[in-house]
């Protein structure tokens, strides 16, 4: 049971209609398709769709060989660069990468080559029944990872193919991170993020400690001292608050803490759902929960940001997404009071227009007020630091890594959310991870040449 939601009833929608609302909002392209899409590439030198991936991935090569039916090389060359190439090209917003600098948009068709789905055309095609890398020979290295999402499992990966050992210590039950747990339903289905785990760990080499968590089960200093290099790749465990009164009253929860009940549900019938609800927030994370506590049967979702639309970190087409199931987007409004009925639930919220003014967002004299029975923050994630050695230092409320993500702690690394590089984004985790993992072996050896 979610919570703070406990009083609410259970979603009003029958469970063949809810198996539809939350089936893969991107149908696969059949042989076919993928035959006729691979063929509108120009194959570019010096490709600007290549340029804009952050993971480097040689995108005219594999849809070469996706139009000249060779699924398997495809899917290597994507893997060689992105493990995680099929759940990238699933949440990875394509739109406004790779697919946005394609130059077919300069042309008459004014349509970008579909490069995210014959990514996935690739990567759910390949034959699996062996893992396409082998291990090099053992290094006699040990390597710690703390977080199995993207970035930790990039990692491995990574580290293992070059002859490493690799424990990854997870914090929860499954691997995956926020794949497995903070992305909407309809986008990652049919359990494929704990499959692509799975196929990840064929290359050998990974053990996978769960429920084992920095600061309770583990510590950093006990890492350092039993492996020869350390990679935290542990996310950002805290969500901001709203800085009002009555944030702990029944009805008020985080986006990311519903998005992981619902992702782990077996019985979405199952789930608290209002009748009327308020999302705050800006970014995919806020989509994900107005569209999808929409399909569960709200009747009424609002999603409000404090500045323009122009200014909201989520995509255009992730904005466009959320309008077409009817979420209403009220922008230019910071949330000022949490309201409460009589028996202390929550009951609706109230606001105050916001201006720009010389740059700078204010308040105007303007207000107005929403009816809700909940309301979701989705305003971001901040780090959770206090387990970490003081030597580690921060930069902006994130982990300070130089260009090969060391951090300021000797023989410890990082990447993904927990660094302030990027923009949070699945493909920029496992470049991370990635590069990370190079510069550990690097390092290693050089060290025992030494």
Request: negative net charge; hydrophobic residues 40%.
């Amino acid at each position: 049971m979610i919570e703070p939601l406990k009083h609410l009833a259970n979603t009003p929608v029958q469970p063949e209609t809810l198996e539809l609302k939350f089936s893969d909002i991107a149908p696969p392209l059949t042989e076919r398709q993928a035959a006729l899409e691979s063929a509108r590439c120009l194959y570019c030198y010096d490709a600007p769709c290549v340029n804009a991936c952050p993971s480097d991935i040689d995108i005219p090569e594999f849809i070469r060989q996706i139009a000249q039916d060779n699924v398997n090389g495809a899917a290597k060359t994507i893997w060689s660069e992105n493990i995680l190439g099929g759940s990238c090209a699933r949440v990875c917003p394509t739109e406004i990468l790779c697919e946005q600098s394609c130059v077919r948009n300069k042309s008459d068709e004014c349509a970008p080559v579909l490069i995210g789905q014959l990514q996935r055309y690739a990567t759910d095609n390949a034959d699996k029944s062996a893992h396409p890398f082998e291990r090099a020979e053992s290094t006699g290295k040990r390597i710690a990872i703390v977080g199995a999402g993207p970035a930790g499992l990039s990692c491995a990966h990574r580290l293992a193919m070059l002859g490493h050992a690799v424990v990854i210590h997870e914090a929860q039950a499954k691997s995956g991170g926020l794949n497995e747990y903070g992305i909407a339903s309809y986008k990652m289905t049919d359990d494929f993020a704990q499959k692509e785990v799975e196929f990840l760990l064929g290359i050998g080499g990974i053990e996978i400690i769960y429920n084992s968590a920095l600061g309770r089960e583990i510590s950093l200093s006990a890492l350092q001292s039993d492996f020869d290099a350390v990679f935290l790749a542990i996310g950002l465990g805290s969500t901001r608050t709203l800085a009002l009164g009555h944030e702990a009253a029944p009805g008020v929860m985080t986006a990311v803490d519903y998005i992981r009940e619902l992702r782990q549900s077996d019985d979405l019938t199952a789930l608290p759902v209002p009748e009327n609800a308020i999302v705050i927030g800006a970014g995919n994370t806020a989509i994900d929960m107005a569209v999808q506590i929409k399909r569960l049967g709200s009747e009424q979702v609002y999603l409000v940001y404090r500045r323009g639309e122009e200014a909201m970190s989520a995509t255009g087409h992730e904005q466009a997404l959320a309008r077409d199931e009817g979420v209403q987007i009220r922008t230019w409004a910071r949330p000022a009071e949490i309201e409460l009925d009589n028996e202390g639930k929550v009951a609706g919220m109230g606001f105050v227009r916001t201006a720009e003014d010389d740059g700078k967002l204010v308040d105007t004299d303007r207000s107005f007020n929403l009816k809700a029975e909940a309301i979701f923050k989705a305003i971001g994630q901040t780090l959770v630091s206090d387990e970490l050695d003081p030597a580690i230092e921060l930069s902006g409320g994130k982990l300070l890594v130089d260009e090969s993500l060391h951090t300021t702690l000797t023989g410890v690394y990082a990447g993904g959310d927990c660094t302030g590089i990027g923009q949070d984004l699945t493909v920029e985790a496992v470049q991370q991870g990635k590069k990370a993992a190079e510069s550990i072996h690097q390092d290693l050896m050089a060290a025992g040449d030494k």
